[in-house]
């Protein structure tokens, strides 16, 4: 941490570094995600492998807010959540999970705070509506990938916690798939919604940021039909998902 804000200092402290900030802190994650390799290779029940872990993730998302902003940022860190989620399908880690769902509540928060305050109405005619339009549609589609992906996933057998949670939390833990079993103690042995708390949640969000960018990109007139069209295509997509097994 020390390092980081003193290279931050230096960094600030020239006007030929100016543009490339977030190079800075994306060689520190480079740093950050070897000595978590190095420690997960070497050392493979160390849980500081972990924290190195989310250290770079932490500073690639600081370097993503250097580099961008607005609806792009937006994009950019919908995109990151949606690969973190990814990264812990495959090596179970549930600190990287506990990390994609931090960033897609930074993300969604973005999403909103640039909605209400940044961005205005984009006309048919701009030459950046394409542009626009492609960025807001890939947020979306992150949403509800992140939401799909999470709920065809058996978490408790991709789970490896790497760190120790107190025994009263356990429970809780478990209502929210970071544990593989509750307390045995508990009296509460059922989780929300069946267990589908976060694909809700996460299908809500992709449903929230999309009303929100059709009222900045289609005319009142056109937004009927354009809900209508989502509305049959996304029967049609759930119909064809409960016909295919996973």
């Known amino acids: 941490s020390c390092y980081f804000i003193l290279g931050s200092l230096l960094v600030n402290g020239y006007s030929f570094t100016e543009d490339y900030h977030h190079l800075f802190r994306y060689c520190l994650a480079g740093v950050m995600t070897g000595i978590a390799i190095l420690y997960y290779f070497r050392r493979k029940h160390d849980p500081l492998y972990n924290t190195y872990t989310a250290k770079a993730i932490a500073l690639i998302t600081l370097g993503l807010a250097f580099q961008f902003s607005g609806n792009t940022l937006t994009t950019t860190l919908a995109i990151e959540m949606v690969v973190l989620l990814f990264s812990s399908r495959r090596s179970g880690l549930v600190v990287t999970r506990m990390l994609a769902h931090i ?144």
């Open 103 to 246: 960033l897609a509540l930074i993300t969604l928060f973005h999403g909103a705070t640039t909605l209400l305050t940044q961005m205005n109405f984009v006309p048919y005619d701009d030459p950046a509506y394409v542009t626009t339009l492609i960025r807001t549609l890939v947020s979306v589609i992150a949403f509800g990938v992140f939401a799909l992906v999470y709920e065809r996933t058996d978490w408790n057998t991709r789970m490896r916690l790497g760190l120790k949670i107190p025994r009263n939390l356990h429970t809780l833990f478990w209502q929210l798939d970071f544990m593989p079993e509750p307390d045995a103690d508990s009296k509460n042995s059922e989780k929300p919604l069946n267990g589908r708390l976060f694909p809700y949640a996460y299908s809500g969000a992709a449903s929230l940021i999309f009303l929100g960018y059709s009222m900045r990109l289609f005319d009142i007139g056109d937004r009927f039909n354009l809900y209508a069209i989502i509305g049959a295509a996304l029967l049609a997509l759930g119909w064809l998902l409960n016909t295919r097994t996973f």
